[in-house]
């Protein structure tokens, strides 16, 4: 389908992923704690934030030119 969005994880990023969302639920859902992430799961959920963005057409910034 010419509107969807298709991205690639590596595992890292797909278990950073899963985590984030898993805890956010849990977090919305029964008020659990989310765990502060480390510096390389910020940087891993940073850059897949970025592409998801350009993916949706948004830009990472005022200065963005990855579009
Ligand atoms: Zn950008």
Do not use: F, K, N
Not at 45 to 52: N, V, Y
Request: glycine letters at 8%; aromatic letters at 4%.
């Amino acid at each position: 389908m010419p509107d969807d969005i298709v991205l690639r994880l590596d595992r890292a990023t797909a278990e950073d992923l899963y985590a984030a969302l898993y805890e956010v639920g849990e977090h919305i859902a029964a008020g659990a704690p989310i765990t502060r992430p480390t510096t390389e799961e910020v940087g891993r959920l940073g850059s897949l934030l970025q592409d998801l963005g350009h993916a949706l057409g948004r830009r990472c910034s005022p200065y963005c030119e990855h579009l």
